[in-house]
């Protein structure tokens, strides 16, 4: 593949076997129960909020040292199993060319929503040197976390193709929906074309040193099973392919996804996130339906209960960790990203709680 053949001989990994998030992901007993959050490096920390002060979202994700820095803090401050690389899921589209911004209390706006063949065809690729600067922090990262694995990370296929076809956030996904119904020919080549820019962008990161990946597909749980496997669940299932062959574990989370777990394991995930609305033991058991072998999960605390008194949290996070020892393994996390509200205190204690459980 022409992005494998740009970045071969480029890959630099580090000797990670016993880290406790790897162990869990690859279905091993860890040292010790692994966590991170989803979110974790944002607006909770005050020293994130002072590194980035006006600087607009997408000029930070294209700086080097400052997203070395911002994925830097969690884990100086909490501790965490794992680094994520500070980025946003429409970084590839920027940097391939198109028109698309994140607006303060919206969030991604796309200048020219696309919505027939002629816009796709005009929709351009993704090099691998347009996103060198993401290259470049990646290996400043892999520098300076020592024994901390470092997670990349790239919206799926479907909630990039949303953000295109509607021109930004939205609550029903109409004309989303509209495209994959009344012109499947279309939709096919759009998601087509975004799988092949995901793949560019996931193995830059690659082939710098991340440790693990993980595929966000945030508007997922707007689907209805059988419309994920004909239209999405396929282009999803290419992208992780894609990256197989780097040998490092591939996480895959959405939300709202209570209903399409097992069509999410099926596009080839090592790892499935749980979003908060179902429990682990509920999601382990539609994951092992029809013979299938025991999961990875990760999740899956509700990001609210966070603002909530620290018992709650205790008893939340315990009751978490119980239900997921039924599964091959299990990473806690959230089952969404760190509000902007939590106080990141408790964010650190969660971290020890967990730490201190016999995994």
Not at 294 to 318: I, Y
């Amino acid at each position: 593949m022409r992005v494998a053949e740009s970045l071969r001989g480029d890959i630099v990994r580090r000797e990670l076997s016993t880290a406790p998030f790897l162990v869990a992901a690859r279905g091993g007993t860890p040292s010790r129960l692994p966590v991170w959050f989803m979110r974790q490096a944002g607006r909770s920390l005050p020293e994130y909020r002072r590194v980035r002060g006006s600087v607009p979202m997408l000029t930070a994700c294209f700086d080097p040292g400052m997203i070395t820095e911002i994925t830097l803090q969690p884990v100086r401050r909490h501790g965490v199993d794992a680094a994520i690389l500070f980025s946003d899921i429409v970084v590839p589209l920027k940097a391939a060319g198109i028109g698309v911004d994140i607006k303060p209390g919206i969030g991604p706006v796309v200048d020219h929503p696309v919505r027939d063949r002629a816009g796709v065809r005009s929709l351009p690729l993704l090099e691998p040197d347009q996103v060198d600067a993401v290259h470049q922090a990646v290996r400043l990262l892999v520098a300076e976390l020592g024994s901390t694995p470092l997670i990349g990370f790239a919206g799926a296929p479907f909630t990039l193709a949303s953000y295109l076809i509607e021109g930004g956030p939205s609550r029903n996904h109409e004309h989303t929906k509209a495209l994959m119904h009344s012109d499947p020919q279309t939709w096919h080549a759009l998601l087509d074309k975004l799988a092949d820019i995901t793949i560019t962008f996931l193995q830059a990161q690659l082939a710098a040193g991340v440790d693990a990946i993980q595929l966000f597909d945030s508007w997922a749980g707007a689907l209805a099973e059988r419309d994920y496997r004909r239209f999405v669940q396929p282009h999803s299932a290419k992208v992780l392919a894609a990256v197989e062959q780097a040998g490092v574990p591939r996480i895959h989370f959405g939300v709202g996804t209570s209903e399409l777990l097992p069509a999410m394991r099926d596009a080839g995930a090592d790892v499935i996130g749980v979003d908060w609305r179902i429990s682990l033991t509920t999601a382990i058991e539609r994951l092992t339906a029809n013979g299938r072998p025991l999961p990875v999960v990760q999740g899956n605390l509700d990001p609210a209960v966070l603002l909530a008194d620290w018992p709650v949290v205790e008893a939340e996070v315990r009751r978490i960790v119980a239900e997921g020892r039924a599964a091959a393994g299990h990473i806690v996390n959230l089952g969404h990203g760190v509000l902007p509200a939590t106080d990141p205190a408790v964010l650190t204690r969660i971290v020890e709680l967990v730490h201190g459980l016999t995994p």
